[in-house]
């Protein structure tokens, strides 16, 4: 059961796997991508509709990003 994107990471940087699926994690979060993307240092890609949401526009991200850092280190 994969929930956190360091997991996901490492099966595809150890080559176990040439990419990872999630289903019950983005039902709990469908905004996973872009958390994840956040937890690795990586940047995601926003549709125009939600870029207000994006760390720089919006403060609350890193709230909402830290919550999701905190479930993962909790279910790891
Ligand atoms: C709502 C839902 C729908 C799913 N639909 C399919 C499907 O159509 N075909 C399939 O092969 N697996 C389906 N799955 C199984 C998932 O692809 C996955 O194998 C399984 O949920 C385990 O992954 P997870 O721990 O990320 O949820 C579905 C899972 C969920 C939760």
């Known amino acids: 059961m994969i929930v956190s994107p360091h997991q996901a990471e490492a099966i595809v940087a150890g080559g176990q796997a040439d990419f990872v699926a999630l289903a019950r994690g983005f039902l709990d979060d469908p905004r996973w991508g872009w958390h994840a993307a956040a937890a690795l240092g990586a940047d995601a890609v926003y ?3 939600y870029r207000r949401a994006r760390p720089e526009h919006w403060p609350g991200a890193a709230l909402a990003h830290a ?3 905190e479930a993962w280190q909790e279910g790891a």
């Open 47 to 49: 549709p125009p509709q």
């Open 67 to 69: 919550r999701a850092r």
